[in-house]
């Protein structure tokens, strides 16, 4: 992804730099601005590497995740049943992978809800600035400041 995304960019001033979040090879208080889109599930550590973003970001820096949250109420059985089995069914069908759609149903369903991912967030330093819910409470945009 990295390599494609460089045939994109055209200014010289940006660097691209594949790192482990919890391992970020950067200075402390360095970065104004970090997202992270539909990743957050998938750290392996989910203290560490808010620790170490709370690290590199500037005084006052965002955070801005955008993901797939474990939906504190979801008012339709149908949305359930789908996520749960239709979308893997014709997800792994399509993708002609046994397991890639799986994997993103039971991942949801055992991350975080927002509530739950903003009170780790503050622990680790962050403010809430605002969430907004995107699709009937499971992709949500989270933006946070370091505090």
Known sequence: MLELQRIKISDERLELIQA??????FEDN???????????????????SLTEIHRVLKPGGYLII?????????SSRIFNFYFSKIMP??????????????????????FLT?????????????TLEKSVNNFIGVVNSVYLRKS
């Open 20 to 25: 482990e979040a919890a391992s970020m090879p």
């Open 114 to 126: 927002v509530p739950e991912f903003t009170g780790i967030c503050n622990k680790n330093g962050f």
């Open 66 to 74: 955008i993901e797939m949250f474990k939906a504190e109420k979801i």
């Open 89 to 110: 069914f014709l997800g792994n069908k399509l993708s002609k992978s046994k397991t890639a759609y799986n994997y993103l149903s039971d991942s949801v369903q055992n």
């Open 30 to 48: 360095s970065i104004d601005l970090i997202t992270i889109g539909f990743g957050v599930r998938n750290f392996d550590n989910l203290n560490e």
